[in-house]
């Protein structure tokens, strides 16, 4: 039942910007928008979140869209140590407690 | 600070025998969660913990699963019998209160392989 859309793979270059988008048409006003990375063989590991507004760390930023349908995350000059599994999860709020749902993700691949 | 730890990291068992992988959260952490990630899928959430009440087990086949946390800290899924289908990594993760957009910390995982 997850809440997103985003495609199976992408692939960039070291050293440039990645784009990753995700699609979650049926997010509601109280959906906060999440992104979780996985390296293989280790647990995800958190990057960013947010609401409404764009969202900064030292990681990546996130861009939500106005009507908030859509959100890009984007790594500012990708290197090796980024190629993993990104997924983009909507924060569900269940019996008062937090769900995230994870989706396939999209499986990055960064090109020396 | 410490991260959320889990053991064993490898197990492997023959089908119809029972497994138990054990999960010990951050400290202070209140929720605490068990997933299941088959190869090339998603984490999928088994049953999630608020200190030591279930919040939501919607997603755990209750008929060879089961998971408690005692103490509201450590937290132990058990597997019995297993199936072949059980084959997965089984992730745990825990965040503060789990209440509000909160990240979570997760463990690295243990990987189950039912021959």
């Known amino acids: 039942d997850a809440k997103t859309t985003q495609p199976n793979s992408m692939e960039s270059n070291e050293e440039e910007p990645v784009h990753l988008p995700c699609n979650h048409s049926t997010i509601s006003g109280t959906d906060y928008i999440h992104w979780y990375r996985q390296l293989p063989s280790q647990g995800p590991e958190y990057v960013i979140h947010?609401?409404?507004s764009n969202v900064n760390n030292r990681m990546a930023s996130l861009a939500i869209a106005e009507d908030r349908k859509s959100s890009t995350l984007i790594l500012h000059r990708a290197t090796l140590r980024d190629a993993a599994v990104y997924y983009c999860i909507l924060r569900l709020i269940i019996q008062g407690a937090q769900k995230l749902v994870f989706g396939q993700g999209t499986r990055l691949t960064i090109n020396p | 600070e410490a991260g959320v730890a889990q053991s064993p990291r490898y197990k492997i068992i023959e089908k119809r025998q029972s497994v138990a992988f054990w999960c010990n959260p951050i400290s202070g952490h209140a929720t605490l969660y068990w997933y299941q990630q088959i190869l090339g899928q998603g984490p999928k959430l088994l049953i999630q913990?608020?200190?030591?009440?279930?919040?939501?087990d919607s997603q755990l086949p209750k008929d060879r699963f089961s998971a408690e946390r005692l103490k509201g800290v450590d937290s132990t899924l058990k597997i019995q019998p297993a199936k072949l289908e059980d084959s997965a990594v089984y992730l745990c993760a825990s965040s503060l209160v789990g209440l509000t957009s909160e990240k979570l910390f997760f463990g690295s995982g243990t990987q189950l392989s039912v021959l």
């Open positions: 913990f608020q200190n030591n009440g279930v919040v939501d």
């Open positions: 947010g609401l409404t």
